[in-house]
């Protein structure tokens, strides 16, 4: 069984930065794809990024240019770098881990004051 873990998120102000941190344990495969996901108060989750295998980074629209995912795969973790937080940014985000099954997360609280 994989377990994943988040952490890094918090209170912040608006324009500043969180780096949030999902790590894996357990009986790890390896992974097709990490990814990020959030969800609000009231909102479906919503994708945000993923980064794949390969190295390849991929972003939704609505964070493009402010956050970065990346990996360190000797510490089975992956990061997301979130620069110029927005108060519309405040959500519980996840990470999901495919191999040839989802795993998700528990989530951390993101949330951005103004």
């Known amino acids: 069984q994989v377990q994943l873990v988040e952490s890094g998120g918090g209170l912040v102000q608006a324009g500043g930065s969180l780096r949030l941190s999902c790590t894996a344990s357990?009986?790890?495969?390896?992974?097709?794809?990490v990814g990020w996901y959030r969800q609000a108060p009231g909102k479906q989750r919503e994708w945000v990024a993923t980064?794949?295998?390969?190295?390849?980074?991929n972003y939704a629209e609505f964070v493009k240019d402010r956050f970065t995912i990346s990996r360190d795969s000797a510490k089975n973790t992956v990061y997301l770098q979130m620069n110029n937080l927005k108060p519309e940014d405040t959500a519980v985000y996840y990470c999901?881990?495919?191999?040839?099954?989802?795993?998700w997360g528990q989530g951390t609280q993101v949330t951005v004051s103004s």
């Open positions: 980064v794949t295998v390969v190295g390849s980074r």
């Open positions: 357990g009986h790890i495969f390896r992974f097709k794809t």
């Open positions: 999901k881990a495919t191999s040839n099954v989802d795993y």
